[in-house]
């Protein structure tokens, strides 16, 4: 089974339409270069208009930060499923662990959240990953198995296949430490051995789960190599167009 690589930056609350263009106008002049990839950036909410339409005709999708589970209503800051279908918008971000460690972002919500894209036919990426206190205390595959499960709960295998998952240890996010290739590779197994469990082997082996935290162009090579590893969700080094395209030129070993 072959999984597409998936690259997507995660600009977090960086760059207003200016400079979000200016961003995708540097990248589109070299994408096309990546066939084998898809490549993905997630602006902030008032940047994404303008990326859309800088990115029309490209190979490069736009993806959001968050969704929330309702369509519509009194709940002041959300952002519904439609408006960013309409947007433009084809992936969306879900549960980052900023959004669970500052904005109360738990496992069930996540899973509204995840209900919400999937029947608006978005791709998520939903983001797990386990807290440096939990590693240390070998409760990593418990934590993972926790939110695999209450995450992608009441998903058919069919609506599954769709997901991607985001591979984030925590204390490996905006640290400058990569969880080493062999590290990533165990816990990506560990993660597609549950989505077996859950959704059937099949469905599993067509998931793509990517892994995030301090990727760059020194050490994308080596992680996308391993054989669960399927791209990267990637903060700091997606900001500029060189170290984002460098990034993705190493993960695809050219
Ligand atoms: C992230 O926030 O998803 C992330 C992986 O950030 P960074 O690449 O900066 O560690």
Redesign the pocket.
């Known amino acids: 089974m072959s999984r597409k690589v998936i690259i997507a930056g ?1 600009w ?1 609350m960086n760059k207003n339409a200016a400079e979000g263009v200016a961003l995708v106008e540097a990248l589109k002049a070299k994408s096309a270069a990546f066939n084998d990839v898809e490549i993905v950036v997630c602006p902030p909410f008032t940047t994404i208009g303008a990326v859309v339409e800088a990115a029309a005709g490209s190979n490069i999708g736009v993806g959001a930060q968050n969704i929330h589970w309702a369509a519509n209503g009194a709940f002041t800051g959300e952002i519904s499923a439609d408006m960013l279908v309409t947007s433009g918008v084809k992936y969306v971000i879900i549960g ?1 662990s ?1 959004r669970r460690q500052y904005f109360g972002e738990t496992d069930e919500t996540v899973n509204k959240r995840l209900a919400a894209a999937l029947a608006a036919g978005l791709i998520p990426i939903v ?1 797990i990953g386990e807290l440096l206190e939990e590693r240390e205390a070998g409760k990593t595959e418990e934590v993972l198995s926790t939110q695999i499960r209450g995450g992608l709960a009441n998903v058919s295998a069919e609506d599954a296949a769709r997901i991607v998952i ?1 591979y ?1 240890p925590v204390w ?4 400058g430490k990569t969880a080493t290739p062999e590290m990533a590779q165990a816990a990506h197994a560990f993660i597609r051995a549950e989505l077996a469990a859950m959704f059937g082997a099949e469905t599993a082996e067509a998931m793509r789960i990517q892994y ?4 760059k162009p020194a050490n994308a090579r080596e992680l996308v190599a391993q054989k669960d590893i399927d791209g990267g ?6 900001l500029d167009a060189e170290s984002f395209l460098s990034l993705i030129s190493e993960a695809m070993g050219c």
């Open positions: 995660n977090k980052h900023e983001c985001a984030e490996a996010i905006g640290t995030g935290g301090s990727m969700l990637i903060g700091g080094a997606a």
